[in-house]
C-alpha cells in the first residue's frame, strides 16, 4: 500500500511546489502584468493552503480511518480547479489565479492526509517515522521534477497546455488514490 501511496505523492509535490514556483510566470507571460503584481498575485496561495488544512481535517473528521480515500476527494477538487485553470488560462487573471490557489491549496491537503495521517496506521510495526520519512521524500521528487518539467513544457507547449497537464496529473492523482483507498480499506 506505501508503494501505491508514493505515486499520488509525487504528483501532488509536482502540482504544489511546481505551481508556487512558476505561478509569477504564468500570470506575467499569460496576461501581460507587471512583474509586481504577478508576484504579488502570490500571496492568496498561502490564504488557501491554510484553508485547505482546516478543510481536509474537516474532512477527515466525517470520513476516519481512510485518510487515502479523503486525499482522493481533495485530489478530484483540485482536478476540477485544474480543469477550469486550463479553460480560463488567457481569459480571466483573477480567475487563473483562484484556481491556481485552489489547485495549490488542494495539494496541501493531500499532502495532509498522506504524509500526517497515513504513517501513524503503521503503529502497531514500530515504523511511523520510516513511513513518514520515506512518503515525505516522494513530495521531493515531485517537486524536482515540476520545478524544470514545468519550465520545459510551458517553454514548448505554452502556459494553456501546461495547465492542462496539470489537470491530467490531477486527475491521475485522483484516480490511484481512489484504487489506493480500496486497497486501504
Request: proline share 4%; net charge positive.
Amino acid at each position: 500500500v506505501v508503494l501505491c501511496i508514493m505515486i499520488p505523492i509525487v504528483l501532488q509535490g509536482m502540482l504544489r511546489d511546481g505551481i508556487t514556483t512558476w505561478m509569477p510566470s504564468f500570470v506575467s507571460e499569460t496576461f501581460k502584468l507587471s512583474s509586481e503584481i504577478s508576484i504579488l498575485s502570490g500571496v492568496c496561495l498561502p490564504i488557501f493552503s491554510i484553508l485547505s488544512l482546516r478543510l481536509g481535517l474537516a474532512l477527515y473528521e466525517k470520513l476516519p480511518g481512510n485518510p487515502v480515500r479523503c486525499a482522493a476527494m481533495i485530489f478530484g477538487l483540485g482536478a476540477g480547479a485544474a480543469l477550469v485553470l486550463s479553460l480560463v488560462a488567457g481569459r480571466s487573471p483573477i480567475g487563473a489565479i483562484l484556481c491556481m490557489a485552489l489547485l495549490t491549496g488542494s495539494m496541501h491537503g493531500v499532502n495532509l492526509m498522506l504524509i500526517c495521517m497515513v504513517p501513524p496506521f503503521f503503529q502497531r510495526k514500530g515504523n511511523i517515522s520510516t513511513v513518514s520519512g520515506v512518503l515525505n521524500s516522494c513530495t521531493y521528487i515531485g517537486s524536482a521534477i515540476s520545478t524544470y518539467g514545468i519550465a520545459l513544457l510551458s517553454e514548448t507547449a505554452g502556459w494553456q497546455t501546461t495547465a492542462f497537464i496539470w489537470f491530467l496529473i490531477a486527475a491521475l492523482g485522483t484516480a490511484v488514490c481512489f484504487v489506493c483507498s480500496r486497497i486501504w480499506k
